[in-house]
């Protein structure tokens, strides 16, 4: 089960996110994100045994990912690009990350090779119907619009083995809001069976 607090760029916010339940934490290496974080930084930010460090790249290419996972000790590469299995690094988990519009179609992801899907709104920070999620041919974590008022109708509908939240638990971009951080991780805890 993966309780993820992503776009995190402090110590103190990884902290207060591992002292919550957090089991996973995201570091943004995409330049053009608010929430962008340098190899070096993500790398003095230290987590805990059973934490798992997750990279977010947007079409970036592999060597560049497996070295900026070897700086920052990354577990897991978030991929949200046109990444095609090619281009997935070997030294380390992969999740693809899909934007779920309208229209979506699991099917055509059955054969990716990767740990798990992370399936997000159309939009940053946007909710998507998340029935859609249910039929997933791999395991799914839950992302985009996230937080302590959605979280356990999203798990119900969805069956997922994670959640994601980034946004809607901040106070500026970058920077969390410890108390709906907090109420989030809780209620996804609750609503996992945690």
């Known amino acids: 089960m993966i309780l993820k607090i992503c776009g995190i760029t402090n110590q103190e916010d990884a902290t207060a996110a591992i002292a919550g339940g957090a089991t996973a ?58 990444e095609t299995p090619a281009d997935y690094p070997a030294s380390l988990a992969v999740w693809k990350a899909v934007r779920v519009g309208e229209v979506f179609d699991l099917s055509r992801l059955r054969d990716c090779p990767v740990e798990a899907l992370l399936l997000d709104g159309p939009a940053s920070g946007t909710p998507f119907d998340w029935r859609l999620a249910a039929p997933a041919p791999k395991p799914v974590i839950l992302a985009g619009g996230l937080d302590a008022s959605n979280v356990a109708e999203a798990v119900a509908l969805a069956h997922p083995w994670g959640v994601d939240a980034c946004s809607r638990i901040e106070s500026a971009p970058g920077k969390k809001d410890y108390r709906k951080m907090n109420e989030f991780l809780q209620a996804a805890k609750a609503a996992l069976g945690a």
């Open 25 to 82: 934490i995201g570091f943004n290496f995409y330049r053009r994100s608010p929430r962008y974080l340098a190899p070096e930084r993500a790398a003095g930010i230290q987590s805990a045994p059973g934490v798992r460090r997750v990279g977010v790249f947007v079409d970036e290419a592999r060597e560049r990912v497996e070295e900026i996972a070897r700086i920052a000790a990354l577990d897991v590469a978030q991929l949200h690009g046109d």
